[in-house]
Each structure stands twice: as C-alpha cells, then as structure tokens.
C-alpha cells in the first residue's frame, strides 16, 4: 500500500505545480478603442495608436508570462477621458486615461475580473522622462502619452493576480 501511496502523492504534488505554473500564463492580451468616438481630429491623430501601443507596453511588462494558455487581458478604453483632456474640457492636471479591465481563464474559474482603472497625470509623473518640463506639459506631448500609457500598463501588470 505504501507503494502506491507514493507515487500518487508525488503526481498530486507535480500536476498541482504545472497546474499554478499556468494558472499565471497571459494567452491573450486586446485593448479596445472607438477612435470614431473621438471627435477632435487633433485627439484622435495624437490617439491613433494608443490601444497598439497599450497592448505593447502590457504585454512587455508580463513578457515572461505569455504563453499558448492562460487567462485573457482585454481592456476596453474610455474614449471620453482622451478626447476631454486633448480639448482642455479639463485641466492637463485632471486628464487620465481610464479604462475597463476583464481579465478571464477558461480553464480556471477563480481567474476572472473587472475592474475600472483610472490613470492620472500624477500617477504617470514617475514615468516622465528626466528632462520634462511639468511647466510645457501638454496633453499632446509625447513625454505625456508614453507616460501615461506606461503608468496605465505598470498598474495592470501589478493588478493581474488580484
């Protein structure tokens, strides 16, 4: 009986661990954006790219999870937010970028999520490049779009295992 106990034990103990291995695997990372919701045209020419740019900048901070199985990223983003800070219905220190998070698994029912995540500006400070001028800031700089969608990708690649 010993025998048998053994080896059932130590297959437990290995499928437990492939199991955890994968239930951290990211398959699939999208980011959605209605570019016709944007009705300036300087707002949606400086946001063209932002929801290619996002999935980049996600899937490079969770690089070393990616995998042929796992959970599912889609983040859903609000265009409102982006067109009223390019237009200065709000004030740059008021601008962020927002979005909705799913995270979902297949395999794994205790993997699913939503939340609401919201950026501000002061969030993506910590992502400025050293030689920004807070003082000429604008929300069609580059230093602000890579800074905010940085911060943005950093607080979903924190907030994934929650």
């Known amino acids: ?4 106990g053994m080896p059932l034990a130590q297959s437990l103990v290995f ?3 492939a199991f955890a291995q994968n239930s951290d695997r990211i398959k699939e990372i999208t980011v959605d954006m209605d570019m016709t919701a944007i009705v300036n045209p300087e707002a949606a020419k400086r946001f063209g790219t932002l929801a290619t ?3 980049g900048a996600i899937a490079a901070r969770l690089a070393d999870r990616i995998g042929e199985e796992g959970r599912e990223l889609t983040v859903d983003i609000s265009e409102a937010e982006l067109s009223d800070a390019f237009t200065g219905a709000m004030g740059l220190a008021e601008s962020k970028l927002v ?3 799913h995270v979902t698994d297949e395999n794994d029912n205790t993997h699913f999520n939503t939340y609401k995540l919201t950026v501000t500006i002061d969030q993506a400070r910590a992502f400025f490049p050293p030689e920004t001028d807070e003082a000429t800031l604008t929300a069609s700089s580059d230093a602000y779009y ?4 940085s911060a943005f ?3 979903v690649a924190v907030r994934i295992d929650d």
């Open 53 to 55: 740019d996002l999935q």
């Open 1 to 4: 009986m010993k025998h048998f």
């Open 99 to 101: 979005g909705l998070v």
């Open 153 to 155: 990708a950093e607080a």
């Open 146 to 149: 890579v800074s905010l969608i």
């Open 15 to 17: 499928a437990t661990a």
